[in-house]
Nanobody
Framework: VQLVESGGGLVQAGGSLRLSCAAS????????IGWFRQAPGKEREAVSC????????YYSDSVKGRFTIASDSAKNTVYLQMNSLKPEDTAVYYC?????????WGQGTQVTVSS
């Protein structure tokens, strides 16, 4: 099982980035795929999640209206389009695949937003 994140980097406030999470080794559509983030000194928090099986999405209040999650089942990839980035969005972003008690995590990708 692998979750490989990419697309992080350094961007100015107000800018955009698109994160990708490429999944392999499990049945992609059977899992809810989500993005979490962890800033220095803070707990990991859920950012957004998508379930292709039930056709639902979730966004935290802090990113609602700015971030968009999308899934491409043909490519086993989930994307997180991040617009209007703020310095407080700076964190390591992790991809997660969840099915009940089963959890898989990626290695994370750094997003840094300068003011």
């Amino acid at each position: 099982v692998q979750l490989v994140e990419s697309g992080g980097g350094l961007v100015q406030a107000g800018g955009s980035l698109r994160l990708s999470c490429a999944a392999s080794g499990f049945t992609f559509d059977d899992y809810a795929i989500g993005w979490f983030r962890q800033a220095p000194g803070k707990e990991r928090e859920a950012v957004s999640c998508i379930s292709s099986r039930v056709g639902s999405t979730y966004y935290s209040d802090s990113v609602k209206g700015r971030f968009t999650i999308a899934s491409d089942s043909a490519k086993n990839t989930v994307y997180l389009q991040m617009n209007s980035l703020k310095p407080e969005d700076t964190a390591v972003y992790y991809c997660n695949a969840n099915r009940g008690i089963v959890d898989y995590w990626g290695q994370g990708t750094q997003v840094t937003v300068s003011s």
